[in-house]
């Protein structure tokens, strides 16, 4: 069973599209994560959000922190191919320990 | 700065061998992870290591064994293979203890048949 749920498992869309990917869990962290991985090599992080209702842009991805440290939603406008990966989240614990969710699998088709 | 190395790339071994992953933590960086990522799942924590001490362990059985050596290099090591641990083995590096970015090598992509 996964501590954090990711929603949707694929996303396929056209170049230029907006999307949102969502990360769920009934556990609060006191941070968490997001990370894309590309074939072959290992996750890189995004960004790291820790405060309950933070909002964090960059460039064309805009993130959010749930109220209750519980959930968090990554937004990505004007998809572009080079966005096309596995994105995690992870909920930060004790000791630097992350629970990864499963990913979303985005492909942005040219 | 020196990034996150992990050797081998890939590795097959056969059920009930033994195996060694190694890891090389970003420089600076003296806290080390492992986790396990399965074909199509999200990382799951093996172990971190603290100034070369166990610092946590996820739910994985004692046959998933660790190291960590003064300049905060690490191993992890694997008895008694079984088929269900094929995976792609991640090392990170971080700083502390506290919440700080991991930074992940590119894995090490094990296969038991």
């Known amino acids: 069973t996964q501590l954090l749920e990711q929603s949707p498992q694929f996303l396929s869309i056209q170049e230029g599209e907006n999307l949102t990917v969502y990360c769920n869990s009934s556990?609060?962290?006191?941070?968490l994560q997001w990370y894309r991985q590309e074939p072959g090599e290992g996750p890189v992080l995004l960004v790291t959000?820790?405060?309950?209702?933070e909002v964090k842009k960059l460039k064309r991805l805009t993130f959010q922190f749930g109220d209750a440290r519980k959930d968090s939603s990554l937004h990505i406008t004007a998809a572009q191919p080079g966005d096309t990966g596995l994105y995690l989240c992870?909920?930060?614990?004790?000791?630097?320990?992350?629970?990864f969710g499963s990913g979303t699998k985005l492909n942005v088709k040219p | 700065e020196t990034g996150v190395t992990q050797s081998p790339t890939h590795l097959i071994k056969t059920r009930g061998q033994q195996v060694t992953l190694r890891c090389s933590s970003q420089?600076?960086?003296?806290?080390v992870s492992w986790y396990q990522q399965a074909l199509g799942q999200g990382p799951q924590f093996i172990f971190q290591?603290?100034?070369?001490?166990?610092?946590g362990r996820g739910n994985f059985p004692p046959r998933f064994s660790g190291l960590q050596f003064p300049n905060y290099s690490s191993e992890l090591n694997v008895n008694a293979l079984e088929l269900d641990d094929s995976a792609l083995y991640l090392c990170?590096?971080?700083?502390?203890?506290?919440?700080?970015?991991?930074?992940f090598g590119n894995g090490t992509r094990l296969t038991v048949t």
């Open positions: 990170a590096s971080s700083l502390g203890q506290g919440p700080s970015p991991l930074h």
């Open positions: 556990s609060v962290f006191s941070s």
């Open positions: 959000v820790v405060t309950g209702g």
């Open positions: 992870a909920g930060g614990g004790n000791f630097n320990k992350f629970y």
């Open positions: 420089s600076g960086h003296n806290t």
């Open positions: 290591y603290y100034r070369e001490e166990e610092n």
